[in-house]
């Protein structure tokens, strides 16, 4: 059984179709790059797989239960969690006490204790690597280590499948190599599956095992990606030029 199913997906905005009949199969396990010119639809599409949205029309299993019409909040609960292009933390907490927020905000935290949400918080900060920077603000980080800590904190909701967006923009090149071998490693130690939205193509298809492409709110090409690198339809849709070198 897939872990998501998207079945015919649609989300307009007045005259835009943002996404334009989508289905997608994720398998547990996979990590799936999601790429495509601005304004493909793949934040909407996001947006709709973590209940943000409502589609207009369309069908959304998640490990087997129909979550179409579910709030972020049920879907988060069922093993659903995103990072965000613009990180979404507490900026005058700090990096702990985000993290542990998060913890306590988990459907089986309910009896937990301040203490145990913190000792729980320290793992995943010392997973993405920011424990040292456990008691500075989020307000005091630099970009870098709020898109640590935005992962820290959608890893403390233990889910199932993690949506990432962007998260390599305005990194410089040595600091998105990091966050993408981080990207490799929490996916193997938590047991994750990953779709991520990105628009550096060579960091993208070098980590993950299926690309989907998206155009104009369609699905154009999906498959390996050395396959769709070489798709001309692919290529076509960015301006023709050779998108990647892999
Ligand atoms: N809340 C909204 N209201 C109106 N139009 C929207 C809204 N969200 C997205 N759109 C439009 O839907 C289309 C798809 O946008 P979306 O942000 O999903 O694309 P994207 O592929 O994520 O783009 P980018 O790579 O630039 O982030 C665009 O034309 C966008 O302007």
Do not use: C
């Not at 990180?87 to 993290?99: D, E, K």
């Not at 203490?115 to 793992?123: D, G, L, N, P, R």
């Not at 010392?126 to 920077?133: C, F, I, K, Y």
């Not at 998105?176 to 599956?193: F, S």
């Amino acid at each position: 059984m897939a872990l998501l199913t998207l079945t015919d997906v649609y989300k307009s905005f007045g005259g835009v179709k943002a996404v334009d009949g989508v289905s997608m199969r994720v398998e547990k396990g996979e990590i799936i790059g999601l790429i495509g010119p601005n304004g493909a639809g793949k934040t909407t599409l996001v947006n709709i797989i973590s209940g943000f949205y409502k589609p207009d029309r369309g069908e959304i299993l998640f490990n087997g239960s129909d979550v179409t019409t579910k709030p972020p909040y049920i879907r988060a609960k069922l093993g659903i969690a995103r990072t965000f292009q613009n990180p979404r933390l507490v900026s005058n907490m700090t990096a702990l006490l985000n993290v542990a927020y998060a913890v306590l905000g988990r459907e089986d935290a309910k009896n937990m204790s301040l203490y145990e949400a913190v000792a729980e918080a320290i793992y995943y900060l010392d997973l993405v690597g920011l424990l040292r920077r456990r008691d500075v603000l989020a307000k005091d980080m630099p970009l870098y280590e709020l898109r640590l800590l935005e992962l820290a904190r959608a890893l403390a909701l233990r889910p199932k499948l993690l949506l990432i967006d962007e998260v390599m923009a305005g990194l410089n090149p040595a600091e998105a190599e990091k966050v993408r071998k981080l990207i490799i490693n929490i996916k193997e130690q938590l047991d994750l599956t990953i779709i991520w939205i990105e628009h550096v193509l060579k960091l993208v298809m070098k980590t993950v095992d299926r690309v989907v492409v998206m155009h104009y709110g369609k699905i154009i090409a999906e498959g390996s990606p050395k396959e769709v690198a070489e798709n001309p339809v692919v290529i076509e849709a960015y301006t023709g030029k050779r998108m990647v070198a892999i």
